[in-house]
């Protein structure tokens, strides 16, 4: 199998400052053991509550949030963090990243050629003879029209600035890209617009994803495989069917316990969470889940379960499944 990306047991810590000489007090552990491998060409969707660490995970994956605190991340087989200055700024190209906020991620003074063509030029992607083509071209398949290009952002209505936003990051010719709630902040009928645009451009393109989202039927819709995030660690992926089909963690079964479902004996196997999620400050010892899981062992309090494969493809860390 072809495998893009390949992150090992990631972890990104941010240090928590105070007192009187403003040092390190103690550490945030946004990210707190990540592992998974992408396939090229494929969506791997990232779930889990708000604040379980997906977007540092994103962030992370693409250097973007300072050094790592552990782990691995392979790129094409290299590790992402060995990259020299020279290597990083040529694989910035190859990794992009598509927020939320389509507001607040272009910038209101430019002109939509400019946002899209600015690091084209920055990178020297095209000669400057086909440079006002290739951006045309961008926009087209992006769905924009090349003659409104001389506007600026705040003409476009909230879906037509995400497209602005995926044409500056396609421009680049990409081969990964993490999108992090694209669609949130959208109307609900422009979401489905949103999503097929990204699912056609994977076609056409060969792109990968790591598709963020608290929305489990968006992801369920674009996703060819599914994580499942608690707490700065990763306690299930697999396929996509697999996951929805027969999820295995404690975690995972709860979250989809709150998807409604027609089956009333679905119903009999649903689960519901008590109490809040622990600080990531000060996260339980042994599984950090077994705070809130109804399964726990006193093994699950002193020691973390070690992620197993269970059936080709579907990893699961929990000790219900320790032999
Ligand atoms: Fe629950 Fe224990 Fe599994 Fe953690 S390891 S999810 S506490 S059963
Ligand atoms: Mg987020």
Known sequence: EDIILEVNDLK????????????????????????????????????GESGCGKSTTGRTILRLAGEKTGGQVLFNGRE???????????????????????????????????????????????????????????????????????????????????RICIARALALNPEFIVCDEPVSALDVSIQAQIINLLHDLQEERGLTYLFISHDLSVVEHISDAVGVMYLG??????????????????????????????????KQNRIVLEGSIPSPANPPKGCKFHTRCPFAKDCCKEIAPEQKELEPGHFVSCHLYDE
């Open 80 to 162: 992402v963090y060995d990259f020299t200055a020279k290597e990083l700024h040529d694989a910035r190209t190859k990794m992009q990243i598509i927020f939320q906020d389509p507001y607040s991620s272009l910038s209101p003074r430019l002109p939509i050629s400019e946002i899209v063509g600015e690091a084209v030029r920055e990178h020297n992607l095209v000669p400057k003879d086909e440079f006002d083509d290739y951006i045309d071209k961008v926009m087209e398949e992006c769905g924009l029209q090349p003659y409104h290009k001389m506007r600026y952002p705040h003409e476009f209505s909230g879906g037509q600035r995400q």
């Open 233 to 266: 660690g990763m306690v299930e992926y697999g396929f996509t069917e697999d996951i929805f089909r027969n999820p295995l963690h404690p975690y995972t079964k709860a979250l989809f316990s709150a998807i409604p479902i027609p089956d009333p004996k679905a």
């Open 12 to 47: 990104k810590y941010f240090p928590i400052k105070g007192g009187m000489f403003n040092r390190t007090q103690g550490f945030v552990k946004a990210v707190d053991g990540v592992s998974f491998k992408l396939r090229r060409g494929h969506t791997m969707g990232l779930v």
